[in-house]
């Protein structure tokens, strides 16, 4: 069975402090790796899809990366606007389509 | 572009009543999927559809039933709803090589 556990569970920065997320995982043949990014009331949001070990992507103030065990979502210098639930999930080889979620992590920042 | 359309937004029921949220995509995705999201516990799955007349149930099934009759629509069905069936919940679409795309979710609460 697919896992994800994601933390910290919330996160408080100030402006321009950079930080990261952490998505630890277990899967059985790893097919993406997605970071997602939800708004209060609203979807999930598609950020990133990472594919295997070393992958890097970037986009505006966010950098996702990708190990065996887990991937990382990197902040630099953040700002009021990128306050939201950042999701992590993965797609085992088990299926062309499911996703297994973590549970998110809660990120603020303070202005 | 609409994307992925939910509706009703927002929903009140009384136990026992029973209801359909709709869901609608005009992406041309085979795959679509209903997830609930409560606090603490992450997006679920409870079922999914790889196309047309196909169904499958994912983690949480028990309470809901769900049909597929065209490439576009996807209903979930409550049957008799239980105060256990207050949550948000959100439909996906995807093919198999994109990543799942949300729509902005049903807030449901049952009295």
């Known amino acids: 069975e697919d896992q994800v556990t994601q933390s910290p569970e919330a996160l408080r920065l100030q402006e321009g402090e950079s930080s990261s997320l952490n998505c630890s995982y277990t899967?059985?043949?790893?097919?993406?790796l997605f970071w997602y990014r939800q708004d209060p009331g609203k979807g999930p949001e598609f950020l990133f899809t990472l594919y295997s070990a070393g992958e890097e992507k970037e986009k505006e103030r966010l950098k996702a990366t990708l190990t065996k065990k887990e991937s990382f979502l990197h902040i630099t210098a953040p700002k009021p606007e990128d306050s939201a639930t950042y999701l992590c999930a993965v797609k085992g080889g088990g299926s062309n389509y499911k996703l297994t979620f973590g549970k998110g992590t809660l990120l603020t920042v303070n202005p | 572009n609409a994307g992925v359309t939910q509706t009703p937004k927002f929903q009140v029921l009384k136990t026992g009543q029973s209801m359909t949220l709709q869901c609608a995509q005009d992406m041309n995705h085979e795959y679509m999927s209903w997830y609930r999201q409560d606090p603490g516990m992450g997006l679920r799955l409870i079922h999914y559809?790889?196309?047309?007349?196909?169904?499958d149930q994912g983690e949480v099934p028990n309470g809901y039933n769900v049909s597929r009759s065209t490439t576009e629509d996807f209903p979930l069905r409550l049957l008799s709803a239980a105060p256990s069936q207050t949550s948000v919940y959100f439909c996906?679409?995807?093919?198999?090589?994109?990543?799942?795309?949300f729509g902005d979710g049903t807030r449901l609460s049952i009295l």
């Open positions: 559809s790889v196309g047309a007349g196909i169904t």
């Open positions: 899967v059985s043949g790893l097919r993406g």
């Open positions: 996906a679409s995807s093919t198999s090589n994109q990543p799942q795309h």
